[in-house]
Every structure is written in C-alpha cells, then in structure tokens.
C-alpha cells in the first residue's frame, strides 16, 4: 500500500550536517514514518517518526535536539535533518511505515521499509 524509497545518505565528518529523504508512494491517510537505523552488530533502533495527519514528532534520545523529521504533504517526501553528527550516528538508516497508530516506535509495528541509505561519520 505505501512504497518507500531512501535516499542521502554518504560519508561525512564529526560536526557536519546531512538531510535524509524518504520518497513515499500510495496513500498517505493514516500513515506515519520513521526512520530506524541500524549500526554495525547492533539491532536495528527507532530514530524519530511522524504521522502524515498531526505532525506530531518522536524522537529517540541521542538525537534529541540534533535531528528533526518533517514531511513535505505536497510532494509525499518525508526528510530526516541531521545536525551536530557524530561518529556514534554511522549506520544503514531506514525509512519505514505503518498505518493507523501513531506513537509505536517499533521496528515490528511497521510493515513498510526502503532499502536503507548508508550514514557514515568520520571522527
């Protein structure tokens, strides 16, 4: 029902800014994204999210203040602005999707995913 398509991702330095995009196709009623990363031998972790009707963002805590998701309803693009990165931030981020309830931050709870989009932040 909803495709998911990444993109953004590179290599960068501690400190510098990156902008994640997350194209979606198919209906966009009831939907909410997030953005889920997975580093090197670790599971795969909740980063923020955003239901497509309120605007209503979550955050996980390490990146609180340094990374804000926003959507653009126009052109069905979800972003995730990264400022302020550090090394700790290298991953494959994901874009995923569900609908109907909004607040889980769950990899289980989305059915949709993108492909991932490679992060890496040299110290």
């Known amino acids: 029902q909803v495709q998911l398509v990444e993109s953004g991702g590179g290599l960068v330095q501690a400190g510098d800014s990156l902008r994640l995009s997350c194209a979606t196709s198919?209906?966009?009623?009831?939907?909410?994204v997030g953005w889920f990363r997975q580093a090197p031998g670790k599971e795969r972790a909740f980063v923020a999210r955003?239901?497509?009707?309120?605007?209503?963002?979550a955050y996980t805590d390490s990146v609180k203040g340094r990374f804000t998701i926003s959507r653009d309803n126009a052109k069905n693009m979800v972003y995730l602005h990264m400022n302020m990165l550090k090394p700790e931030d290298t991953a494959v981020y994901y874009c995923?999707?569900?609908?109907?309830?909004?607040?889980?931050?769950?990899?289980?709870?989305?059915?949709?995913w993108g492909q991932g989009t490679q992060v890496t932040v040299s110290s």
């Open positions: 955003i239901p497509w009707s309120t605007g209503d963002t």
């Open positions: 995923a999707a569900r609908y109907w309830g909004t607040n889980s931050t769950e990899t289980h709870d989305y059915p949709y």
């Open positions: 198919g209906r966009t009623f009831g939907l909410t």
